[in-house]
């Protein structure tokens, strides 16, 4: 498997545009996880899916995020409008829920946004 | 919000020394994980130890937990240059996992 797919891995784009981040887990996982890692606050949960359902929102930052999962192979975050201060790396993750020895999640390599 | 946190934010060492890092959490926990981010990438799991259990090993790692202070410590022994890495540690109930801030491990060669 190619593990978790997260594109694009790098954005630089305007305050006030649009950006979409977009991930496709490893085949077979039901949960999807997105994260974001700055500096300051370092890694944060903003959201998470269960079989394509949200289950908790209560990461997300404010009304300019918003997350979809239309299938069980493909998620996108959304920011809109973007601001500087949401310039950070999100991070995609995903697990099953069969693994119950290690409930690891698995990780995908990021993708870091630039809002100038 | 954080849940975990990682003490010493930044440790080095000399190649073949142990390395020893803490984490402090506030809330009942199902489990504890600890993960590794090498720069610019995702995290990789290390290793998983339940609420029940007290120490756990894995080839060069050693886990253990205290329950009662609420705390775990994740031990590197006969470091490597290739393990310099962040580590952090990741309290779960359930899906909802709260990571630390991380420790910087720099392995000197």
């Known amino acids: 498997d190619a593990g978790v797919i997260q594109s694009p891995r790098h954005e630089v784009t305007e305050m006030g545009q649009e950006v979409t981040l977009r991930c496709k887990p490893i085949s077979g996982h039901d949960y999807l996880f997105w994260y974001r890692q700055t500096m300051m606050r370092g890694l944060e949960l903003l959201i998470y899916?269960?079989?394509?359902?949200?289950?908790?929102d209560s990461g997300m930052p404010e009304d300019r995020f918003s997350a979809k999962m239309p299938n069980a192979s493909f998620s996108t975050l959304k920011i809109q409008p973007s601001e500087p201060r949401d310039s950070a790396v999100y991070f995609c993750?995903?697990?099953?829920?069969?693994?119950?020895?290690?409930?690891?999640?698995?990780f995908g390599p990021g993708t870091r946004l630039t809002v100038t | 919000s954080q849940q975990g946190e990682e003490d010493p934010q930044a440790l080095s060492i000399q190649e073949g020394e142990n390395a020893t890092m803490n984490c402090s959490y506030k809330?009942?926990?199902?489990?504890l994980q600890w993960y590794r981010q090498n720069s610019g990438r995702g995290l990789v799991h290390l290793i998983l130890i339940r609420s029940n259990e007290r120490e756990k090993h894995s080839g060069r790692l050693r886990v253990t937990l205290d329950t009662s202070k609420k705390s775990s410590s994740l031990l590197i022994t006969a470091s490597r240059a290739a393990d310099t890495a962040s580590y952090f540690c990741?309290?779960?109930?359930?899906?909802?996992?709260?990571f630390g801030a991380g420790t910087r491990l720099t392995v000197k060669p």
């Open positions: 899916f269960n079989n394509n359902v949200p289950i908790d």
């Open positions: 993750a995903s697990r099953s829920s069969r693994d119950r020895s290690s409930y690891e999640q698995y």
């Open positions: 990741a309290t779960d109930k359930g899906n909802d996992m709260r």
């Open positions: 809330t009942s926990i199902n489990n």
